[in-house]
């Protein structure tokens, strides 16, 4: 009975845009740069093209950071006896948080214009959860937490 699964999910954040979508975007702001690169030299003023191209290259490094930061994760998992947030990052040693379901309360601070804040609190450690979740998808998680914290508590625990 302990081992029941009472919630689990894996929160990721939105990817800013596919992988064709960013190389299409990269593909036409080169083409700009360039056509305009061409038009800058044949008046004279050729100092000004690196910049253009150097433009394009930070706009590819941008889209490589955004993408790498999107494969970051958390995943949650609420049993009768334990609930366990895993940081998954992109890069680097994931970390492994465990509270007891009994004393963990879920706290969702919602702060207008401010996104709110989801957070996990027991004996005065505090963990935030889904930083990079939408205001509503906080609140989604928080209610689905919230409600399976309430089974947790709820489930009688076998005695030995």
Do not use: C
Not at 81 to 102: K, Q, V
Not at 111 to 135: D, I
């Amino acid at each position: 009975m302990s081992d029941t699964v009472l919630f689990n999910v894996t929160l990721r954040p939105n990817p800013p845009m596919s992988a064709a979508g960013l190389k299409l975007t990269l593909a036409v702001v080169a083409a700009m740069n360039l056509a305009f690169a061409i038009w800058f030299v044949m008046r004279g003023a050729w100092p000004v093209t690196p910049f253009m191209g150097l433009d394009v290259a930070l706009l590819g490094f941008a889209f490589h950071v955004s993408r790498v930061a999107a494969r970051r994760r958390e995943e949650l998992r609420v049993t009768p006896n334990l609930l366990s947030l895993d940081r998954i990052p992109p890069r680097g040693a994931p970390t492994h948080i465990e509270f007891n379901p009994y004393w963990v309360q879920v706290d969702w601070e919602e702060q207008p214009p401010k996104p709110g804040l989801l957070t996990l609190r027991s004996h005065g450690r505090a963990e935030p959860v889904g930083s990079f979740l939408a205001p509503e998808e906080k609140r989604n998680v928080a209610s689905a937490l919230r409600a399976a914290i309430g089974r947790a508590r709820a489930t009688p625990i076998p005695s030995g």
